[in-house]
């Protein structure tokens, strides 16, 4: 498997700084269809009823701070057993769902490449995902499914509307307002081994290339500060996180599972 490396020249850095997480939650204080019960002795969260459906509710601020902390250096299998629960379905469960019904789609149709595009089983898997996540608008073989999210951190405990609780307040995690604003604009180009963006375009560093056999492979990366902090000496750190999206192409796109190497160049200032 061949092994790129994506530069990414971001302005995020590991800072001293305060802050908060009011640009990507949206609290709301209505709590009508709350169905509130007490917490079990020292339970941090909790699996509640609110306006008929599952979600997860969290003791309290501090609490929830350090949950996001301490998920930093944990697998994603890890964090969705946490939170894993009776009646519960975390927007990163329905995705592995997405991810394994639309790769056994790909498969299928490209063991027979004679048989008719498959064009109804693209049109239904959209149509049942479309309300929790979001689709490629360039490219017509490019079906896989992305979180609205503004952050995957908060997949394995919001649930398919989009939220959880702090206490008794609603919470709605932020969520892309556009396709545009996730996707970017479209590239179709592709170079032979070769980056077809600047580093520095839409902070955004992409990578597409070709294999020796065909395959059209992309890499993706989205450079972020994490969510929560951590005190260490008396000063306030944040850390950096990096998303990616990883697929290959022979006829349909499908998710790659590749090793990606990053170059961080890293600045900014301490407060």
Avoid at 28 to 43: D, H, I, S
Avoid at 86 to 105: K, N, T, Y
Wanted: net charge negative; proline share 2%; glycine share 6%.
């Amino acid at each position: 498997m061949d092994k790129k490396t994506v530069l990414l020249a971001s302005a995020c850095t590991l800072l001293m700084i305060s802050c908060s997480n009011d640009s990507e939650l949206i609290n709301v204080a209505e709590t009508t269809g709350l169905q509130t019960k007490a917490f079990v002795g020292e339970a941090d969260f909790q699996i509640v009823d609110y306006a008929g459906d599952k979600c997860i509710q969290f003791k309290n601020d501090s609490v929830f701070n350090a949950m996001l902390w301490e998920m930093n250096d944990m697998s994603e299998e890890e964090i969705n057993n946490i939170f894993s629960g009776v009646g519960f379905v975390s927007q990163w469960q329905l995705m592995q769902e997405a991810d394994q019904e639309q790769e056994l789609i790909v498969d299928n149709y490209e063991k027979d490449l004679s048989q008719p595009w498959p064009a109804h089983q693209i049109k239904e898997f959209k149509q049942k995902y479309d309300d929790v996540f979001m689709f490629e608008p360039y490219d017509s073989t490019d079906f896989i499914a992305h979180y609205k999210l503004k952050g995957s951190t908060y997949s394995p405990f919001v649930n398919r509307q989009g939220l959880f609780l702090i206490g008794d307040s609603v919470v709605h995690a932020s969520v892309y307002e556009s396709l545009e604003e996730y996707f970017g604009p479209g590239i179709s180009l592709y170079g032979d081994d070769m980056s077809t963006s600047e580093a520095t375009s839409t902070n955004k560093a992409e990578v597409k290339y070709t294999k020796s056999d065909g395959t059209f492979v992309k890499v993706r990366a989205m450079p972020a500060l994490e969510d929560g902090t951590m005190w260490i000496a008396g000063k306030e750190y944040k850390k950096v996180k990096c998303e990616l999206l990883s697929q290959r192409k022979k006829v349909l796109w499908k998710r790659h599972h590749a090793s990606v190497h990053f170059r961080y160049q890293l600045k900014g200032s301490g407060l």
